[in-house]
């Protein structure tokens, strides 16, 4: 595909969409794309600049007339402003609140110059399992989506979902997370595992934004039953409201000395590399990133049969799904893969699995909606 200067708007964090947003990003500007990242700070995994990849900063201010800053309309004159200097060929925005409203805005203000920039949208999960379906935001996300030149999904449950709850009178392509293999894969870190598990210990691993969403108190409960049963550790990865809560019920079941709560870490598949099984009793994941993360290192799922899950996890071979909430069926699923007799067949297949979402097989999934919403635009020029 030949050359495109791209626009890519996201949340700069931690969060899912942020980090497929940018790991995005830097897989097109490899391919010998020019992509410009417009957001409000540096993007966490933004962790190189290469000659293809640029980066402009929304710049907004409060003032006394303002409760809020008024950070859409910051970023959509922000928008105008990088396709016009940078000449983009289209604009690609991450999350439905606010960048497709906002791009849309910008599209029009574009327009009345003469300029036309097709807005390609992604859905995430969040921005329509919850926030789209808050009944003040409805008209804008179903707007925002039908105006768009092109919408993708996460997950064949999110759009699904989407077409459920929003009246879309366009067709959404599902294009799956993807992982860099080159990135995420099982490491020698022995030594790792050895201070972590002096006496080899099952070494178990849980990471997420700790919301509500997550079960929090599941990963501590079927942790607290496997440990009945076995020598375990676990690594409670990430930070969140629910921290707390686990902290204290870790405390309340006398198994706080094998939990520990390390934060937001940047190497995650560091840890990854060392952990025997990842636990995921979501009630909600539109797709499962975290969860893709640990397969590529190697490390089977124990997970909810729960939104986009089912689409990664496959039952009885990468790992097992249960209904969410049932933390005694997810007990016995763990201690069956965890069993050495059966531990290496399903890190071998979580692997094998995770091969299937390598960004070499997804990035050209992206680049043909591309191709498709540049063609009218082509054809105008």
């Known amino acids: 595909m030949e050359q495109i200067k791209i626009g890519i708007v996201c949340y700069p964090t931690f969060g899912g969409s942020g980090v497929v947003a940018t790991e995005l990003g830097k897989a097109l500007a490899k391919e010998g794309h020019k ?117 993708t999904a996460v997950s064949a449950d999110l759009r699904r979902e ?31 595992k050895k201070a972590i598990c002096p006496n080899g210990e099952a070494l178990i691993v849980h990471t997420s934004n700790f919301r509500k969403v997550k079960r929090i108190q599941d990963v501590i409960s079927i942790f607290a039953n496997i440990h009945d049963a076995m020598p375990a550790k676990l690594l409670m990865i990430g930070d969140g409201p629910e921290r707390s809560r686990a902290e204290s019920q870790s405390k309340e079941l006398n198994i706080e000395h094998d939990v520990r709560f390390l ?73 069956y893969v965890l069993d050495k007799n059966h531990l290496p067949a399903f890190k071998e297949n979580a692997l094998k699995r995770a091969k299937d979402f390598d960004i070499a097989n997804i990035l050209p999934l992206y680049e043909k909606v591309y191709e498709r919403v540049l063609t009218p635009t082509r054809a105008m020029a």
């Open 35 to 151: 992509v410009h990242f417009i957001t409000y700070s540096q993007p966490t995994r933004l962790d190189f600049l290469n000659e293809n990849l640029f980066y402009h900063e929304v710049d907004f201010h409060t003032y006394p007339l303002f409760e809020y800053p008024p950070y859409e309309l910051a970023l959509a004159s922000k928008m105008v402003s990088v396709v016009k200097n940078e000449k983009l060929d289209l604009l690609h925005v991450h999350y439905a609140i606010p960048h497709a409203s906002a791009a849309y805005m910008a599209k029009q203000i574009l327009k009345t110059e003469g300029i036309f920039i097709p807005v390609v949208t992604t859905l995430h999960g969040t921005d329509i399992t919850l926030v789209g379906k808050d009944a003040s935001y409805e008209p804008v996300v179903t707007f925002s989506i039908n105006q768009s030149d092109g919408v």
């Open 263 to 335: 934060g937001k870490l940047e190497a995650i598949e560091e840890v990854l590399s060392v952990a025997d099984l990842f636990l995921m009793p979501s009630e909600k994941e539109s797709f499962g990133l975290a969860a893709l993360e640990a397969m590529a290192c190697e490390v089977p799922i124990i997970s909810s049969n729960a939104g986009g899950l089912p689409e990664l996890n496959i039952h009885g071979v990468t790992g097992f799904m249960s209904n969410v909430g049932d933390v005694e069926d997810m007990t016995k699923n763990a201690l």
């Open 162 to 192: 989407t077409f459920e709850h929003f009246k879309i009178t366009r067709d959404i392509d599902v294009i799956p997370n993807f992982i860099d293999l080159d990135k995420f894969k099982k490491q020698k870190k022995d030594h790792f």
